[in-house]
């Protein structure tokens, strides 16, 4: 299983939240991560960008997998 670190956008590219989760393939991350940003969004409407990275053990070196967008 990988680690992946989801983090919330709205259109001016401010942040709006994150989350951490485990998904054992990065296709499984991307659908996983799609379905986080819709519940996101519908909470609260601002969100419409996600960009999902991979989550490694230095931070600064993490591999963004995607960015979506609602």
Do not use: C, Q, W
Not at 13 to 27: A, Q, V
Not at 41 to 56: F, G, L, Q, W
Request: no cysteine.
């Amino acid at each position: 299983m990988a680690e992946f670190h989801i983090e919330f956008k709205d259109a001016a590219g401010n942040k709006r939240g994150s989350k951490n989760y485990s998904e054992p393939t990065d296709t499984d991350a991307l659908t996983r991560g799609r379905t986080l940003l819709t519940s996101a969004h519908r909470t609260d409407k601002r969100i419409v960008i996600a960009t999902i990275s991979r989550r490694i053990l230095f931070p600064s070196r993490a591999k963004e997998i995607a960015d979506l967008k609602v």
